[in-house]
Each structure stands twice: as C-alpha cells, then as structure tokens.
C-alpha cells in the first residue's frame, strides 16, 4: 500500500507522504505552503472592460488560503483510496513551514475520513473547506476577523499529538 501511495503522490503540487499504514488505515501528511504563497493580487476588469490586477483584501487571501489547503486535502484522500482499494480510513495531517528559512513545520489541519464518506460526496458541487471540517475529529483552526489559518496546539487538540508521533522521523514539528 505504501509504495502505491509513493507513486500516486508523486506528481502532487502540494506533496504528500504516507507516514503510518495499517491493514485498512493509513496516515498522510501534506506538505502544504505559507500563506504567503498567496499572491497578493488578483485579476479584475476595470469598468470600461479593461483587464487590470486588483489587490486583495486580508480576508481574501486568507479564504483562497484556506479553499486551497482544503482542495489539496481533499484531492490526497480521493487519490488514496483510488490506488489503495483496501484503505478504509485515511487520517491526513496537513504541515506547513514556520518560516521561510526553517525546516520546523506546524500542523495547520487534521481530519480522519472514511471510504464511505468520501464516496457519497457530490464532487461536482461541494465546498472543499466544509466538506474537510466534516471529517471525523477535524482540526483547523481560523483567527481574527480576517479568518487567518492559524497552527493547531496540542493543547487544543489533543489527538494531534498522537497523530504527529508517527511524522517527527519526516519532518521536526512546532507546536504553537
């Protein structure tokens, strides 16, 4: 199962890596990017039809933060369970680094999802960050009026660190 996951996610913008699997269930971590990868701007037109960049809001930036983290959540469990046929539950820890110039990483989402959840899903309408927070002991954390995806705290959530104990060999974690 692992060397299936190895290859699946192999081309995925947002890497991925399974870092515990047992008979039927599998851990995943996704190596997701600061916010500032974000661009600050977007395209827009101006009134008279012409094509101009428009800065964006905070809150903006902060909510294709957050669709984008849960789209690339999503994308890693539904290929999971499209090459690992006897995967039932797929546990995915979503890390991102604390800074630019640091190999720390901060767990910024958990969530546990089951094949059969996952399969009655209506894909072509679904909201990506609702859908991620429906997932059995979802974790993600927003601030602020801004809606800033914040790192988890293992006081706060304290499953993560059973979750985390299985990724310290991949990738040293901070918590906040």
Known sequence: MLAAL??????????ALAVECAADA??????FWR???IPERRRDTTPTGRPTLKKRTKTERNEVYA??????????????????????????????????SSDTATAIYAGTFQRT??????????????????ADGAALQQK???????????????????LLSGVGEVVRIGNS
């Open 6 to 15: 190895e290859r699946a996610f192999s081309d995925n913008e947002a890497p």
């Open 67 to 100: 669709a984008s983290l849960a789209s690339h959540v999503l994308a890693t469990v539904r290929e999971s369970f499209a090459v690992a046929p006897a995967l039932r539950t797929i546990t995915v820890v979503a890390l991102r680094p604390e800074d630019q």
């Open 35 to 37: 916010l500032d990868a």
């Open 117 to 134: 959840q996952v399969q009655a899903l209506a894909w072509e309408r679904l909201d990506p960050l609702s859908t991620i927070l429906q």
């Open 26 to 31: 599998c851990t995943v971590v996704v190596l």
């Open 144 to 162: 602020g009026r801004t809606s800033e995806v914040v790192p988890l705290s293992t006081e706060e959530v304290p499953e993560l660190e059973a």
